[in-house]
């Protein structure tokens, strides 16, 4: 299969850049619509948005620790690019690592010490609590989410994501372990605390571990959380839902297809449902979601080590 | 790039755990110390399958026996710290001297 | 290449080691270790092992995430707006480790060490698969084995409730008596 060539590092940066813009501008005329106005005008909201952002003054606060503040912003939209490295676009990734499903989980998960950097860094109250609820929502999907992707790459017998889409060509993951496909959209949607999830963000808080952002902070954490957003609804498609096969598009059109279908999905989940309260997805996480992502892995394994 | 380069950097490391381990009045930040020597313990296993034996896999599984270890040290590290702030309400090691002779 | 990488990644991991025992403010302190442990899997990745470099980058940002909350709790100083020096005997525990470094130094770079034998296989990490279920087995059971204790060792010590406070003495209380409910409700 091999990997894309070297100037693809350059352009990956440019096409999650794009996607994410979509993403927004359907969010935001969503939101509008629910606020009873027309929809139409608030396709231009991402552009006003970082327009407003880069033009934007940049407070910091009393004995703020501007060090961790500043590197847990900047580490967010990092974190997802290197964890997008691996991702398959289409066919071929940037990084075709032998290991990549345990790259691109060590790389979502920095982005917990960079809400917990962004929650500390401004010295407020409620920065700290957002900070604090994003780690227990962390500890809450980790797991569930790890046994997910570990039951993809069982399913293949590799750790690959080359190889777990070429393990797809008869018969998508989604079908033969949907408990594993549920759980890793509801992890999708906590690793960057979107929808029912975003209690780290919430507005009991005041914004929570954003509360104190502004300007170009603002602008790097709020656009790398809907970067890390997209990044996680695109691995969907390799791991689950069969990467770019389909019958007519070449395979990144299908790849972009079945992403906005993920996509498309999480948004109308924030939409639908209120925030979640963590202490309550906590115990719901580790003892209904753990033993029925090990039960998943078993069943899948049975059915590995049987020869399909 | 030589195996004693590693090894330098591994007993580097592993010092400065020790100097952490044995300075430190905080119990947490002695076992900052401690997750520092097992740091250098790993670059030496890792450098030891490259460099002498990298056809087996005994460097390999030294090195996972090392990472657990640490995750469980961690562990076990904050209960015991928990439970002895619950106990006392301190977490100095000048404070936990109870065994001392 | 390779060498520039090496020093750089040496380098950075002695100083940020350095930096967890200087800096004031503790959540810092935290962040200079994780620093540390990545400079760390980063040498481990240029050695060729690719999944047991991912899997200390993995492990070390939770659990210095971790950390750095039970920092936060158990520190005097957390944010590092007063400095304070919180040692005892550190001239003694200088002189130990710079010692200990020089004994090691010399040993490196007096033994003569073996020849490499043999070469890296293509897939490491097969490799480490597969000795962990066959040759190495009883090592897997006993990770295994000492992970389910540690579980348990840490509830046990970390709690202050246990059962009987939970669920009343005879165990048959309806709903648990828990002070922040969960979800499931048990």
Redesign the interface.
């Known amino acids: 299969m091999g990997e894309l060539p070297w100037w693809s590092v350059l352009l990956l940066p440019v096409l999650l850049g794009a996607a994410t813009w979509a993403v927004l501008a359907g969010d935001a005329v969503l939101r509008a619509r629910a606020a009873g106005g027309p929809g139409g005008a608030a396709l231009v909201a991402p552009a006003r948005e970082v327009a407003r952002l880069l033009a934007g003054q940049r407070r910091t606060t009393v004995a703020a620790d501007r060090v961790l503040g500043g590197t847990g912003a900047a580490l967010l939209p990092v974190a997802a690019l290197l964890a997008a490295a691996v991702l398959p676009m289409g066919e071929r990734p940037v990084a075709d690592l032998s290991a990549g499903v345990v790259w691109f989980n060590a790389m979502e998960v920095l982005a917990w010490a960079a809400v917990w950097m962004v929650g500390w860094g401004s010295n407020s109250a409620l920065g700290l609590v957002g900070g604090y609820r994003f780690v227990a929502q962390g500890l809450a999907y980790e797991l569930p989410h790890m046994f997910a992707i570990t039951t993809a790459a069982l399913g293949a017998e590799s750790l690959r994501l080359t190889a777990i889409v070429d393990a797809q060509r008869d018969l998508w993951f989604v079908v033969v372990m949907p408990v594993a496909f549920a759980v890793y959209l509801l992890s999708a949607a906590a690793m960057a605390f979107w929808g029912p999830f975003d209690a780290p963000v919430a507005r009991d808080v005041a914004g929570g571990a954003a509360a104190e952002l502004s300007g170009v902070d603002r602008l790097a954490f709020v656009g790398g959380r809907w970067l890390l957003l997209v990044v996680a609804a695109a691995m969907a498609v390799p791991l689950f839902l069969g990467g770019g096969a389909g019958p007519l598009l070449p395979a990144w059109g299908w790849a972009v297809v079945k992403t906005a279908a993920v996509l498309a999905l999480l948004v109308w989940l924030r939409h639908r449902f209120p925030t979640v309260r963590m202490d309550r997805y906590v115990e719901l996480a580790w003892v209904v979601l753990i033993p029925l992502t090990i039960v998943q892995a078993l069943v899948v394994a049975l059915i590995v080590l049987g020869g399909a | 790039?030589t195996?004693?380069?590693?090894?330098?950097?591994a007993?580097?490391?592993?010092?400065?755990?020790?100097?952490?381990a044995?300075?430190?009045?905080?119990?947490?930040?002695l076992?900052?110390?401690l997750?520092?020597m097992l740091?250098g313990v790993?670059?030496a296993a890792?450098?030891f399958?490259?460099?002498?034996?990298?056809?087996?896999?005994d460097g390999?599984?030294l090195?996972?026996?090392v990472?657990?270890a640490?995750?469980?040290e961690?562990?076990?590290g904050?209960?015991?710290?928990?439970?002895l702030?619950?106990a006392r309400q301190v977490?100095m090691?000048?404070d936990a001297a109870d065994l001392k002779g | 290449m390779?060498?520039v990488l090496?020093w750089v990644l040496?380098v950075a991991?002695?100083v940020f080691?350095?930096l967890?025992?200087r800096l004031n403010s503790m959540a810092q302190?935290?962040f200079a270790?994780l620093a540390?442990?990545l400079a760390?899997a980063g040498?481990?990745l240029l050695?060729?092992?690719g999944y047991?470099g991912a899997?200390?980058v993995l492990?070390m940002v939770i659990?210095m995430v971790?950390?750095a909350i039970?920092?936060i709790m158990?520190?005097m100083n957390p944010a590092g707006l007063m400095p304070m020096a919180?040692?005892?005997?550190?001239a003694?525990?200088?002189a130990?480790?710079?010692g200990?470094?020089v004994v090691?130094?010399a040993g490196?770079?007096l033994v003569d060490?073996?020849?490499?034998?043999?070469?890296?296989?293509p897939d490491?990490t097969v490799?480490?698969g597969?000795?962990?279920m066959g040759g190495?087995m009883l090592?897997m059971m006993t990770?295994g084995v000492?992970?389910f204790a540690?579980?348990v060792?840490?509830?046990v010590?970390?709690t202050?409730r246990g059962r009987y406070d939970r669920l009343g003495d005879d165990l048959r209380a309806r709903r648990a008596d828990d002070p922040a409910g969960g979800g499931v409700g048990r």
């Open positions: 790039m195996l004693e380069l590693f090894l330098l950097l007993a580097g490391l592993f010092a400065i755990g020790l100097y952490g044995l300075s430190q009045q905080s119990i947490v930040m076992m900052m110390g997750e520092l740091n790993i670059v890792a450098a399958w490259y460099f002498v034996a990298p056809g087996g896999t390999q599984v090195v996972v026996v990472i657990t640490m995750a469980v961690m562990a076990v904050f209960a015991v710290v928990t439970a702030y619950r977490d090691t000048d | 390779e060498i090496f040496a991991a002695v080691g350095f967890v025992f302190v935290t270790l540390s442990f760390v040498l481990v050695l060729g092992l047991l899997v200390i492990m659990e971790v950390m039970f920092m158990y520190m919180m040692y005892h005997n550190k003694g525990s200088m130990i480790s710079v200990t470094f090691l130094a490196i770079l060490w073996p020849g490499r034998r043999g070469t890296p296989p490491p490799a480490l597969e000795a962990l190495q090592t990770l000492v992970l540690t579980i060792a840490t509830v010590l970390a202050d």
